[in-house]
């Protein structure tokens, strides 16, 4: 049991890194360059995030979504929605907690100003957009994730301080995140292992409208 807890709270340390989807960015190349689509709400979701623990004890969450509304000029930061992540709704609406393997479901809350933005791939000033090379890079706000899971464990993403991730953007709807050493605390019984803790994060994102580059 505390190896299970204790295991389980570093893959859900991880799994809170995303959010799915979205926090901050600016361009270092480009700067004339804008959002195409500029001034439109996008909308993020993926269908599968999983975080894996060292233990190999996994949380899958089937559903996270977040949306945001793209600046009018430039490749600056713009904010979103606090990410949702769960396992879809009921008939009534309810949110359904996510899974892991270990037996256990957990609950999400997010909150704080999230926020997204583009980096622009250096030196494709020539090659025609859509290219490869863009990436999202994300800021999540400090304790902007918590999970309460059923063993009675409370883990918070970014607890000092925000976080920096970034996924690899086909600069078309689709970004891929595979980010490791993710910070979060862990407070609790025991077997929780309460501490400090990291873990990996896996995910793709589809962007509705698709997101790209412009000069």
């Given at each position: ?131 490869t090379g863009d990436r999202l890079k994300i800021v999540i706000p400090q304790g902007g994730a918590v999970d309460h899971n059923s063993f ?11 976080f920096t991730l970034v996924g690899a953007y086909n600069d078309i709807s689709k970004v891929t995140f595979n980010v490791k050493n993710v910070?979060?605390?862990v407070s609790g019984p025991s077997f929780c292992s309460p501490g400090t803790s990291t873990g990996s994060f896996q995910a793709v994102y ?10």
């Amino acid at each position: 049991m505390t190896r299970k807890a204790g295991g389980f709270a570093v893959a859900v340390a991880a799994w809170l890194a995303l959010s799915v989807v979205l926090a901050s960015a600016t361009s270092t190349t480009d700067s004339d360059d804008h959002y195409k689509p500029a001034s439109t709400l996008i909308k993020a979701k993926s269908t599968k995030t999983v975080a894996t623990a060292a233990s190999g004890i996994t949380l899958t969450c089937t559903n996270s979504t977040t949306s945001g509304k793209t600046p009018a000029t430039g490749l600056g930061v713009f904010a979103t929605s606090a990410p949702k992540f769960n396992d879809g709704y009921t008939s009534t609406g309810a949110a359904k907690p996510c899974t892991d393997s270990a037996g256990g479901t957990d609950v999400i809350t997010t909150s704080g100003t999230w926020r997204v933005g583009f980096i622009d791939a250096a030196g494709d000033e020539t090659v025609s957009e859509p290219n490869t090379g863009d990436r999202l890079k994300i800021v999540i706000p400090q304790g902007g994730a918590v999970d309460h899971n059923s063993f009675g464990c409370v883990i918070t993403l970014a607890p000092s301080a925000a976080f920096t991730l970034v996924g690899a953007y086909n600069d078309i709807s689709k970004v891929t995140f595979n980010v490791k050493n993710v910070p979060a605390s862990v407070s609790g019984p025991s077997f929780c292992s309460p501490g400090t803790s990291t873990g990996s994060f896996q995910a793709v994102y589809t962007l509705s409208p698709g997101l790209s580059d412009a000069s």
